[in-house]
């Protein structure tokens, strides 16, 4: 059963846009910890935040923001004003101690167009 | 800085070679992971560990095996390339053994294409 579940294949937006990228995961777990990874055109994954269970506050971080609701156990991740730069694959990822492993989404393409 | 680093960026094999991708990392991490990256189906693991000589199979460890001899160096293994193995693979590293909720961080990924 797939553990987190990004259903936006791909985007695109034009530059200076705000976007926002969906993530919806799936867990019986009380404690675990979400994360956000980007991937750009060179291929390596670069980690960008981790959030426990427990923390339940927004996060900004420049121009990137993310919102976890548990309620609605999603962690969605906005681009706000996106540049070129941003194009790239991002990855939203589960982890947590039952099955010892992470578990990744499928990945949303993102296209900022200039 | 983390520094994750894979041998090879661009690899192409034959049908039946014995292939070795190498990963290596600086930071004194215990735990190593082996992943596939393939279009549509996101990133899924095949092997990791969390100690020297220490290993465990992921969701796809058929046609794979790994080695982990010292700390910070860890072998994926393809006994026999077949064309389905044809992918992008991460290493990836995180700091405490037997934590899987620690932030991995991971290498630029080697492609490998099996003709």
């Known amino acids: 059963a797939q553990k987190v579940t990004q259903a936006q294949t791909e985007i695109s937006v034009v530059e200076k846009e705000d976007v926002t990228l969906d993530c919806v995961y799936e867990t019986r777990d009380t404690t675990y910890y979400l994360f956000w990874y980007k991937q750009p055109p060179s291929g390596e994954l670069v980690f960008l935040i981790r959030r426990n269970s427990f923390d339940e506050q927004n996060e900004i971080s420049g121009r990137y923001s993310w919102n976890f609701q548990k309620s609605t156990s999603s962690f969605n991740f906005t681009i706000t004003a996106s540049q070129v730069v941003d194009s790239a694959v991002y990855f939203c990822a589960l982890a947590q101690n039952t099955g010892n492993q992470f578990y990744f989404g499928t990945g949303t393409s993102l296209t900022v167009i200039p | 800085d983390v520094k994750v680093t894979q041998s090879s960026r661009y690899l192409v094999k034959r049908t039946g070679e014995k292939v070795f991708l190498e990963c290596v990392q600086d930071m004194d991490h215990e735990n190593m992971f082996w992943y596939r990256q393939d279009p549509g189906l996101g990133l899924r693991l095949i092997y990791f560990?969390?100690?020297?000589?220490?290993?465990e199979k992921g969701d796809i460890p058929e046609g794979y095996s790994v080695s982990r001899e010292k700390k910070e160096r860890f072998s994926l293994i393809l006994e026999s390339a077949s064309t389905n193995q044809t992918s992008m693979y991460l290493c990836?590293?995180?700091?405490?053994?037997?934590?899987?909720?620690?932030?991995?961080?991971f290498g630029p990924g080697t492609r490998l294409t099996v003709l």
């Open positions: 990836a590293s995180s700091e405490q053994g037997g934590f899987p909720t620690d932030t991995q961080y």
């Open positions: 560990s969390y100690d020297v000589k220490m290993k």
